[in-house]
Each structure stands twice: as structure tokens, then as C-alpha cells.
């Protein structure tokens, strides 16, 4: 049994993953057969899942709805959901949508305190109220907003996005919409009419002059504010790119146009749905799929890998194993079973694969190299640092390097979910930035940098810790740990220094310079000069083993000031990836490697693993460090 | 004995160690400083110094704080030249660092040959424009341009640093002196009397009619000073009169001398070229249904009358183009759309990096794997 464990324990992993790939067919409305419908949102084609993800995520903090109704638990997926929104609103806005945290926001809106989540029917009455907060606070530049300002400001967002859905299949207030269509249609003659002769100063049917105008303003809005396009090119030979939303193909009929069977589809969907006719709505996307997968068969593909990649969560399922990896290697040291080692190793193995594949469907879908934005290098540290952990624990098998990937791994998953909270991930990259080859080589290169630089961070503080609080960092384990550091410095040298040089020539050829001292920029260049300065050191015996330490974990927050500090900055021409939030915990982060650095000075005779080695405990302890050269140099 | 000293002192790790570290705290210090500053003042002050001085807000003294980038960089590479020389002679398993620093020391000088010699200008084209001439992004000169002829113009143009001189300038093309009674190097102008603004004591031109003001240096990285100057012309020791100088002042102020015409303009410095550039067609497209833009475009013709050259170039993000010891690059554009403006970088040290980054990174990746393998190898044997 023991000798099976940690094959066991992937099986149980990897079966979680995959009979998650094949969930049981849907009863009643087909939701996720909706949900892959591809949609053009963010200049993007994109399915209708990805639009409702996102949404919620940016009005919930979600990627889903669970609440505790009348009779018990409710879930609804985030298709689900789009569907009430979109068709059927009115239940929509009795689900708890909407994730309001500041208490003085909720004060100001008189909402309990005890509560999270709001529904739009909470919220209908205060719109005039936060608009007016808003349209003050928008004066306010954004890095000098206060939290309760920052809240307000979220919500209003929250608030026109959802009321831009709600309008982008269908009319507000409207029950049949396919009726109300062919009425259009059939009034539009008179309307139109009636248009002309008033217009030309003659008698004029009122009621048909004024039935028209109403329903035009009404497709006027669904075309002004319809928050994804919908409807497909009517000449795909043309142009791929021409999406329009529901409220301008409608309109083209008052200028001879004609309606595109994709309305007409979208109607029949609507109205199926508001009748509370399952059969009739998956005939209607059954034929509408078939319609589209004739003209738009590359579209339609993307929808559903997309819709695939969505439902698949790699990264989510990668954190989970990452975290069991991380917890039974720890415990592996405390009671040296090999098996548990040997578990957290396969384990760490098999959420790098999934790992992998998230990131590898990710550039298929997108076309691009692993990192094209923050959110990216988030996930692409994580499954660089796992990789050199993993190599580090084949070559040791001490659980360290076990340890130091599951954590990274972690830790790197959890902010990519955080930086994902500002919506799509998979937006359009700017016009300097549409270069796959700087993406693959400066970007990459830069990213495996700040990765190693962890990695070697990670290290040192296992070394710390190790040394300080138990008697087990023996001079072997410290000399090898030294050895593992100094190695994956190295390697953060190389990929930081020619990152950023790549980085500088990519200038050159967008910008017409090669270094123009710009935050980040400088950022990268700080790593590199520290991560010279750990190197220089070493080999000119300025530090042994411990100074290495903490000039390594000193890395850490070099690092992570580049990685997210500049960008907090707001100048310069990188300044793409500003967000304040992050603020806290980076500082928290400095922080906590502030300590450890000083934990990291503190004279050997308070390090546990050093107390019995040193025979001249109180003379020169701080000075003397470990009094031995360093072994690689 | 001194110089032994000097000798192991230039040669340390220690130094290098200690150079590396004072590096990062410029870089960090300097970049923090950029928030206030603005990019362009920051970096002069910080990187392309040798000393960074500080002084107290509003006081007129500063004293030197922190080594700037051009010490550190300098010591940085007498450091590096001279160990090599003392320490390093050649051995194959130091292969991987004697190339990674051949490589560093070709980037520093190729940077510190940017510095002194590249020049940034602009070239602002409208469709179907044409121009021989870029124009500086912030210095400025005075133009006299004598337009008798109707044909050609000949031009004298005296830099801005000249005029900020205040004195009197003698050009052998001109048949007058220049007097300069007054520069601004930022100022604003008027045509009403304001709290701040004095009235100009020009005597004829534009002048007359206006009130004038000094302002402050500008810091912002995207803005930048508009000078104005108060000039008397004299000839045989006459005035001709005293005119007022502005880059606010679009319409040309002339003057007539001897059967002659001039015309006074304080512009944008420009640097004129053997070819010329006309700008064909420009693009700005962006992602459906979004405000990013996708890309931006502008088609050139070239000409050069001395070589009979006479083509296309497609100019765009991350694709300049290099010709006649210039790279013209997409910077930014019209409102309208309908005009681009080019940066044309003139940088005869552009190839260094390219070269240094191939060095170095070939180096590192020989010393990196030359210890590699052999480890690996090690681990792995049972």
C-alpha cells in the first residue's frame, strides 16, 4: 500500500481532472451548447461563456452564482446565468449578482452590512445616487482615489456593464420578441411613410409615425449600447471582421437592408426561453449552429475551444494539486518518508502538466507566446519556477526542490486569479506590442529571469528557516543549498541579461532607442545588476554562504518591485499594467523579506543547526560567518 | 608603490561588487525620482551625470548626494578593462567570461557613443506632404531667412543656446547685428493686459500689439518650453528697430534692409537632409468594437536628387526605416488621421547592442553549461 501511495494519489488527482472534461449532458435549456456560440467582444471573437465569465468576475469576483435560496444551496454557471440576463432579466435581477465589500459604501446605500452580495432590484433604487458619486469621482485621477471611491467606482462599472447585457439580445420589456419583430418588419412600410410625409409637410398617419419612431429608438439604444457584437458579417467574403450588434441589423431594415438570419434566430431563442420551452430553444440553437458552422466554421471552432479551455480551468485544478504537492512535502521533512517525497514529486509532475496544457491552449487560442501581458507572466513564472524545482528535486531528492515548485506554483496561480478579476485575459494586444517574435524572445526571457530569481529567493529562505529553527541544516545540506543557489543565479543572470537586452533592441526598433531609462526598463535592469552583484561577490569572497543567502532573498523583493512595483508608477511608456491593489500585498511582500533578511544576520550562535558547529561561539561570531570558502566558486 | 596600490585598488572585485551595488540604489532612486520630475529631467540628472546633487525645494544650493551613472558606469569599466588585463590571461575555462565582458564593455561604449553622438528629431508630414528637413522635439533657433529672391531662401539659423546668451550676434550673411535684449527660454504671450504679463517694448512686427511672460522650465516628460526673445536689429550703428521673437508667433515678421527682406521666426531647430520624404498614406487601425489600436502605418516615397533614388517605404510599429545613416520610426500621429509624425534617430553606434547582446549571451551560456553538464553528470552517476 505504502509503495503505491503516491501513484494512487495521481490517479485520484488526474481523475478529478479528467471526469471533469466530461460532464453529464444538460437537462432542459442546452446552456453550455449557448455558451460556445461565438460572439465579437474586445475586438476578439470570443463564445458566450467567455463573455459571461468575465462579466461575472468583474461584477462578482466569480467565475459562477451560488447562493442559499429557499430550498438550499442554489448554482447557476456562468452561462447559465447570461441566459437570464440576456433574455430574461427580470429573474436576473433577483440573483445576488453584485459584490459590494466597503462598509461605508453599503452605509451610503442603506444595504445590511452583514451581506456580500446584492441583487440589481437592491441596487434599482440607488442608481441615480452612485451615478452621481461616480460622475464626481471620475474627475479624481485614479491613483488618488480612496478605497470607498475605488468601490463606487467598481460598482458603477458593474452596474453599466450588467445593463449592457441585459439590452444586447433583446428589447427591454419586450415578451415575444420574434412577434415583435415580424410587427417591425410589417410596420415599417407605414412608419417609414409617415416619416416622409411629415418630413415633407403633408398629412401623416400619427399612430404609424409614432409606432415607428418608438420601436426605432428602442433598436437605437439595443445599437448604442449592446455590450458584445452578435450578429455575424453579412458578407464574410468581405470582411470577418464586421460583427454588429442585434439593434444595428435591425435597423438596417428602415434603410433597405435586410435582417440577418442570425436575428432571427437570436428572437426565436429569446422568445423560447421567456415561454419556458426547452424544446423549442434547443431546436432554434440547434439551427442556428448549423446556419453558422456552414458560413463561419472557423468562428464557430474557436467558440468551442475557447468554451473548452474555459470549462477545463487548468490553472484552478494545476493550484489545487500544487497545493496537496506543497503540503506533503513539507510533511515528508518532518518525518523523512520518502514516500511522501516521492508523492509531492509526481504530484508537482502532474499539475505542471496541466500546467502546461492551460498554457499551451492559451497560445493556441490567442496565437501568441506564453506572455503577452501581466495576468501571463503570472502563470508562465509559476510554470518556470515549477520546472526548475522539479529539476532540482530530481537532481537532490532532499524535497526541497519539491517544496520550492509547489509553493511558486501556488503562490504565482493565486495572483494570476486576482490579476484575472479585471476581465478578459486574453485582450488585444496594442500596436507595439503586436510582435510575436520580441513576445517570444525579450518577454520570455525576462519572465525565466524573474522565475530563477524566485526560485534562488525561495531557496535561501528554506535555508534560513531550516538553519535558524531546526538542527537539521547539516554542512552538507547547507553546502549543497549553496551550490543550488549560486547554480540558479547563474541561470537568472543569463535570462535576465539577455531578456533585457532583447528588451532594449525591440526599443530600438519601435522606438528609436535603446535604452531610455523608462521604469521598466529599469526595473529589469535592476536584476540584473543584482543578480551581477550576488555573482561578483561570491566570487571575490565577499560573502560565504549565509551573505549569499540573503543577498538572494534580497532578490526577491528586486523582483517583485520590477514585476509589479514599476508599473505602479504610472510613467513611461510600459505603463500598461497599472493596478493599485497589488499595492498592499507588494509591500507586504518587501516586508516579510525585510525580516527574514535581518533574521538571516543574526549571529550563528542563534541558529539552531549552527549552535553545536562553531567552536569559538562568542568571539567573532558574526563576523566569521561559516568559515569556509564557497564551494562552486 | 602608489600606483600598485592604484592598481589593486582598480582591479578589486570588491570595487566591482561595490560598484554593481551603488548601481542598483542609482537606478532605483532615479527611476523613483521620475514621478516628480519627469523622465527626460530624472535621467539627466541621475544617469547621465556624474555627481547627483541635491538641494532642499526652491534653495539655489545643492550639494552632491550619490555618484551619478556616468561615474559609476566609467569606474565600472576601468574596473573591468583593468582586471582583465592584470588578472585574466587568456584560459579556456574562463572562455564564457572573457566574452561575456568583451561583450559588456562594446555595450557600455556603444551607450556612451549614443550618448554623445545620436541626435533625436521629427518629421511631422500631412498626406501628401513633402519635406527635406526633421525638426527638433525641444531646441529652438532663430531663423533670418532672406526671401528676395523669390526662388530660394537663404537661410541663418542661430541656435537657442546662442540666444540665451544675451548678446550681440554678428553673422557674416547678414548685413545687420543681432542684439538679444531679452530671452525667455518659457514664456506666454498675450494680446490683452493680464495680472503677470508685461507689455512688450518691441518697436515694430507683432511685438507691439503684445504683453508678454516669463514661465518656469517645464519638467513634464510631454510638454516642453516655448521661448520668446525681444531683439534689436543695427546696422552702421543705427537701429532698425526691435522686434518680438516667439515660437507662439506663427506669421513671419519681416524686415527690409538694403533692398533686401528678411524674415525673423523663432521655430523648432531643423536639420535638413540630402533627400526628401512624402508622406504617401497613413494608417490607424484598431480592434472592432475597441479602442486599441491595431496598428499604425505611413506609407513614404523617398527621393534623392544627388542619387536619382526615387521609391516606397512602409513605415510601421516595430518596422523603421533605415536609410541615408537615419532610422525614421512611427512615433505618433494627427488627431485627424490624416498625418504622421516620424522620429528619424541619428545613431551611428545602433549596431553595438545587437553586437554586445550576442557576446554576452554567448558567453553566458558557455561559462552557464561549461559548469552544468559536468554537475548534472555528477548528480545523475549512481
Known sequence: ?633 | MLLDKLISFFTSLKLTVVCLALAVVLVFIGTLAQVDMGLYKAQNAFFRSFIVFWGPQGADWKIPVFPGGYLIGGVLLINLVAAHYKRFGFRRDKLGIIITHLGLILLLLGQLATDLLSRESNLHLRIGEARNYSESDRLTELAVIDTTDGDTEKVVAIPDSTLAEQREIRNAALPFTIRVKQYLANSSLSDQAQPGFEKCPATAGAGPRLWMKEEPRVTKMDARDVPSALLELEANGQSLGSWLVSEYLREPQSVTFAHHTYTLALRLRRYYKPFSLQLLDFRHDIYKGTEIPKNFSSRVRVRNAATGEDREALIYMNNPLRYGGLTFYQASFDPDDKGSILQVVHNPSWLTPYLACLLVGAGLTIQFLAHLIPFVKRRLTP
Open chain 1, 1 to 633: 500500500m505504502k509503495k503505491w501511495l503516491p501513484w494512487i494519489l495521481v490517479a485520484a488527482m488526474a481523475a478529478w481532472v479528467v471526469t471533469a472534461l466530461f460532464p453529464p449532458p444538460e437537462k432542459g435549456f442546452q446552456a453550455r451548447e449557448f455558451g460556445q456560440l461565438p460572439v465579437l467582444l474586445n475586438g476578439r471573437i470570443q463564445p458566450f461563456d467567455s463573455v459571461a465569465r468575465n462579466s461575472l468576475l468583474q461584477i462578482r469576483t466569480k467565475q459562477s452564482l451560488v447562493w442559499s435560496g429557499e430550498t438550499g444551496s442554489e448554482h447557476l454557471t456562468a452561462s447559465q446565468w447570461l441566459l437570464e440576463v440576456l433574455m430574461k432579466s427580470e429573474v436576473a435581477d433577483t440573483r445576488p449578482a453584485f459584490r459590494i465589500d466597503s462598509p461605508e459604501l453599503l452605509g451610503m446605500l442603506k444595504l445590511p452590512e452583514k451581506e456580500k452580495y446584492f441583487s440589481f432590484n437592491q441596487l434599482k433604487d440607488k442608481l441615480d445616487d452612485i451615478e452621481r458619486q461616480s460622475d464626481r469621482i471620475q474627475g479624481v485621477e485614479p491613483a488618488h482615489r480612496t478605497p470607498f471611491e475605488k468601490q463606487v467606482m467598481r460598482l458603477q462599472n458593474a452596474l453599466v456593464l450588467y445593463q449592457r447585457l441585459k439590452i444586447t439580445l433583446r428589447p427591454p420589456n419586450s415578451d415575444d420578441f420574434t412577434a415583435e419583430l415580424a410587427q417591425f418588419q410589417k410596420a415599417l412600410g407605414p412608419g417609414l411613410a409617415a416619416v416622409r410625409a411629415r418630413e415633407a409637410g403633408q398629412k401623416y398617419d400619427e399612430q404609424a409615425f409614432g409606432d415607428f419612431i418608438q420601436s426605432f429608438s428602442v433598436f437605437n439604444d439595443m445599437a448604442r449600447y449592446a455590450y458584445a457584437l452578435v450578429v455575424p458579417p453579412p458578407n464574410p467574403e468581405a470582411s470577418r471582421d464586421a460583427w454588429e450588434t442585434v439593434g444595428t441589423n435591425v435597423m438596417r431594415l428602415a434603410h433597405g437592408g435586410t435582417l440577418s438570419p442570425a436575428v432571427q434566430s437570436y428572437a426565436a431563442l429569446v422568445t423560447a426561453y421567456r415561454a419556458n420551452q426547452p424544446g423549442q430553444f434547443n431546436a432554434a440553437l440547434d439551427s442556428y449552429r448549423q446556419w453558422l458552422g456552414e458560413r463561419f466554421a472557423p468562428e464557430v471552432k474557436k467558440g468551442q475551444r475557447e468554451f473548452f479551455y474555459n470549462g477545463f480551468q487548468a490553472f484552478y485544478k494545476a493550484l489545487v494539486i500544487y497545493v496537496l504537492a506543497f503540503v506533503l512535502a513539507c510533511v515528508s521533512w518532518f518525518n523523512r518518508s520518502e514516500v511522501l517525497r516521492r508523492s509531492a514529486f509526481y504530484l508537482i509532475v502532474l499539475a505542471w502538466i496541466i500546467h502546461t496544457v492551460g498554457i499551451g491552449f492559451r497560445m493556441v487560442l490567442e496565437g501568441r507566446p506564453p506572455v503577452t501581458n501581466l495576468y501571463s507572466s503570472a502563470v508562465f513564472i509559476g510554470w518556470a519556477a515549477a520546472i526548475l524545482g522539479l529539476a532540482l528535486e530530481r537532481l537532490y531528492r532532499d524535497g526541497l526542490g519539491a517544496a520550492i515548485a509547489s509553493l511558486v506554483g501556488f503562490v504565482t496561480l493565486v495572483i494570476a486569479h486576482n490579476l484575472a478579476l479585471a476581465g478578459d485575459t486574453m485582450e488585444m494586444l496594442r500596436a507595439v506590442l503586436d510582435t510575436n517574435f520580441w513576445l517570444a524572445t525579450h518577454v520570455v526571457a525576462v519572465t525565466l529571469g524573474y522565475s530563477a530569481t524566485f526560485v534562488a529567493g525561495m531557496l535561501a529562505i528554506f535555508y534560513l528557516i531550516r538553519g535558524l529553527f531546526t538542527s537539521t541544516l547539516d554542512k552538507d545540506t547547507s553546502k549543497g543549498l549553496a551550490r543550488m543557489v549560486y547554480g540558479i543565479v547563474c541561470f537568472a543572470t543569463l535570462f535576465s541579461f539577455t531578456g533585457t537586452v532583447l528588451g532594449g533592441i525591440w526599443a530600438d526598433q519601435s522606438w528609436g532607442r535603446f535604452w531610455g531609462w523608462d521604469p521598466k526598463e529599469n526595473g529589469a535592469l535592476l536584476i540584473v545588476l543584482w543578480n551581477a552583484a550576488i555573482l561578483h561577490a561570491r566570487w571575490g569572497g565577499l560573502v560565504r554562504e549565509r551573505g549569499l543567502m540573503n543577498m538572494a532573498i534580497f532578490g526577491n523583493i528586486v523582483t517583485s518591485w520590477s514585476w509589479f512595483g514599476v508599473n505602479m508608477l504610472g510613467v513611461g511608456l510600459h505603463a500598461y499594467g497599472f493596478m493599485d491593489a497589488a499595492f498592499k500585498w507588494l509591500m507586504i511582500f518587501v516586508g516579510s523579506q525585510v525580516a527574514l533578511i535581518a533574521l538571516g544576520l543574526l549571529p550563528d550562535r542563534y541558529w539552531k543547526s549552527f549552535q553545536g558547529r562553531s567552536p569559538q561561539p562568542a568571539a567573532a561570531p558574526a563576523a566569521s560567518g561559516l568559515k569556509r570558502r564557497p564551494a562552486a566558486a
